[in-house]
């Protein structure tokens, strides 16, 4: 699976960015599909997901009420809608996803075999 992700840039603090991955599958609502971010100097972190065998929607918490995951599998996308947007979420944003990942690990980097190439979102105070 080739994921593609776009939508990211600067924005000032209250603003709304949508994010999209495009994916090479047409069986992408088969898959676990998750949003990643890497801050400067952070390691890779979770922030949202949806779980293929129940269609269920996680988050981190310090996103929850301001993000919403979604897909449209006959356009093969997966969309992040980032609304309430605060410095701290400045990061780069990775798409990924996972045809194995169970739900106790789809908050964790590692279960996740495909990533997309990441895109920058940037939020001034």
């Known amino acids: 699976v080739q994921l593609q992700a776009s939508g990211g840039g600067a924005v000032r603090a209250g603003g709304s960015l949508r994010l999209s991955c495009a994916a090479s599958?047409?069986?992408?609502?088969?898959?676990?599909v998750g949003w990643f971010r890497e801050g400067p100097g952070r390691e890779r972190e979770f922030v949202a997901a949806?779980?293929?065998?129940?269609?269920?929607?996680y988050y981190r918490d310090s996103v929850k009420g301001r993000f919403t995951i979604s897909r449209d599998n006959a356009k093969n996308t997966v969309f992040l809608q980032m609304n309430s947007l605060t410095p701290e979420d400045t990061a780069v944003y990775y798409c990924?996803?996972?045809?194995?990942?169970?739900?106790?690990?789809?908050?964790?980097?590692?279960?996740?075999?495909?990533w997309g190439q990441g895109t920058q979102v940037t939020v001034s105070s």
């Open positions: 949806l779980f293929r065998n129940t269609g269920r929607s």
């Open positions: 990924a996803a996972s045809g194995r990942a169970i739900l106790s690990s789809i908050s964790s980097r590692y279960a996740y075999e495909y």
């Open positions: 599958e047409r069986t992408l609502g088969s898959y676990t």
